[in-house]
């Protein structure tokens, strides 16, 4: 084992920290957050400011029975929340998080891999993440789960079109399908793509929400149609696991939308290197996710759920024409040599 | 390492290959075609493409094999049925295609493996062949054409589609609602200003 597999292995537990770490820490968010919104107190029992609300939500799920429905397809129902885990933990590959370290006679680029396809491969392996929802739908041998995960298909496919678009405009002006290069570019130009690319941005914010299945874009689990969509017949560890699935995926999309148009783990006007700068890099990026996660939270407690009929519409007639438009305004503007 | 790595996703991708066409539940089938789509794309970078690799993911496993999961679980298809074709016709076209197969296999491996002591062996492909700059050169060079055809099917593809999903004799594209049964689900209909 070379030096270069120990430094991506360390590399790879640190992101893997991170965004483990996401879920417990979002249970007390998201509900501290909701009793703000709604103007109660929320959790409030377990330690102070109700902070070890999490620590019994985890050991809840662990001593609950798990029951497997008695006619469902077990193979698909075992692997189906296992599955949900998977694209968030394989795109955090190619988030960059600090600028190159010298440490140990080595430059160690701070990513995990560098790979050239870098933005695609986060694409590629993200839009994996249906199969989930499908394959947990299918798989309980329910009305309610199969219509979640029917929604769950046609949904992820629409939103993810204007999701792409919106992110290959981005692309156009870096030259580069490397997240580190984005990051280099915005630092070089002063000025973060959320400002001359804000229709993007905006667009890629939506399909955000409608990529994650987060209100006001969760149809396949819609509580007050289809008791818990696809994941009605889950409980104990897996219900958890799809849980955790749900927040990292919230992670990974907000670690990319920051990298894309929020200047990634860079700070305006500080250019620091070496440790400090690795330890900054990091911190900033975790904040920047934590602002996303706030923004999650926030827009789901605000929000009424879309009409099916509505989420469609706006996927297709709206957001995609958006980003169409937004993808060839960056051509021009990129050719104009304004960007 | 690498030839490890060749070896565990060609298996994987022939075995998922076979349970595709040999798996009873369409389902199963399709998740299968998955894993043989997922085990291409590993091939494809071990090949040195991984931009290839990576669009087969985005567009086969990450879309079209999704519509076809939508298309199934709307039908609600548990079994394959029984076709009603004529069996000896299916076994004429099968002979025919798997000669067709052969002959191209074989045709493969006589112009290149047979003979790769005797004749030298094409360049291997170089990186800026095979890097996205070198794809896209390529296809707006040299391939122009063939490329801006291949543009125009798939736009005769969406008219098409398009086509196919009007009502016959109306304006009208089939609303979403009656596919998904979201009314149906949503409780007693209320008056469209109610709900909206």
């Known amino acids: 084992v070379n030096a270069d597999v120990i430094a991506i292995l360390i590399k790879y537990a640190v992101m893997f920290g991170v965004f483990i770490n996401i879920a417990p820490v979002m249970v007390w968010v998201e509900r501290r957050g909701a009793g703000l919104i709604q103007d109660r107190p929320g959790p409030n029992r377990v330690g102070p400011f109700g902070l070890f609300q999490p620590l019994a ?283 | 390492m690498e030839t490890v790595i060749f070896f565990l996703f060609a298996a994987l991708a022939l075995g998922s290959g076979i349970v595709v066409v040999t798996h009873k539940s369409p389902i199963y089938a399709t998740l299968s075609l998955v894993v043989t789509l997922f085990s291409m794309a590993v091939l494809f970078v071990l090949l040195g493409a991984p931009f290839l690799g990576a669009l087969q993911i985005l567009v086969y496993a990450g879309a079209i094999v999704v519509l076809f999961l939508f298309v199934i679980m709307l039908l609600n298809v548990q079994k394959e049925e029984d076709a009603h074709v004529d069996r000896g016709v299916q076994l004429w076209v099968a002979i025919l295609g798997a000669l067709v197969f052969l002959g191209m296999f074989w045709l493969a491996f006589w112009r290149t493996g047979l003979r790769l002591g005797a004749a030298p062996s094409p360049p291997a492909l170089t990186e800026a062949q095979v890097s996205l700059k070198g794809l896209a050169t390529a296809l707006f060079t040299d391939y122009l054409l063939p490329f801006e055809i291949v543009g125009l099917l798939l736009l005769v593809a969406v008219i098409g589609a398009t086509v196919a999903a009007r009502r016959p004799g109306s304006d009208e594209i089939l609303p979403q609602d009656d596919l998904v049964g979201d009314d149906a689900a949503a409780g007693p209909v209320l008056p469209r200003e109610v709900r909206s």
């Open chain 1, 57 to 339: 939500d985890a050991l809840k799920f662990m001593f609950k029975e798990d029951v497997t429905p008695a006619l469902a397809d077990k193979p698909l129902y075992l692997l189906a929340p296992v599955l949900a885990l998977m694209p968030a933990f394989t795109t955090l590959v190619v988030i960059p998080f600090g600028p190159d370290l010298t440490a140990f006679g080595r430059t160690i680029p701070l990513v995990v891999t560098n790979v050239d396809t870098g933005v695609l491969l986060f694409l590629a392996i993200s839009s994996l993440g249906v199969y989930s929802l499908v394959m947990a739908g299918y798989a309980s041998n329910n009305k309610f789960s199969l219509l979640g995960s029917i929604r769950a298909s046609a949904q992820l496919i629409s939103y993810e079109l204007a999701l792409t678009i919106s992110v290959l405009a981005v692309l156009i002006p870096v030259n580069s399908f490397r997240l580190s290069d984005v990051v280099a570019y915005q630092q070089a130009h002063h000025v973060w793509n959320c400002i001359p690319q804000i229709l993007g941005c905006i667009v890629f914010l939506i399909s955000a929400f409608a990529e994650t299945n987060r209100l006001p874009f969760d149809l396949p689990e819609a509580e007050s149609e289809l008791v818990a969509g696809f994941h009605t017949e889950y409980g104990a560890m897996r219900f958890a696991l799809f849980f955790q699935g749900e927040y990292s995926n919230m992670a990974a999309l907000g670690a990319l939308g920051a990298t894309l148009f929020f200047g990634g783990w860079t700070l305006p006007f500080l250019h620091l290197s070496g440790w400090l700068g690795a330890i900054v890099g990091l911190g900033t990026l975790i904040a920047k996710i934590a602002i996303a996660m706030a923004v999650f939270v926030w827009v789901r407690w605000t929000f009424p759920r879309f009409r099916y009929d509505q989420l469609m519409r706006l996927g297709w007639k709206v957001l995609l024409p958006l980003s169409i438009v937004n993808l060839i305004l960056v051509a021009a503007m990129t050719l104009a040599g304004w960007l």
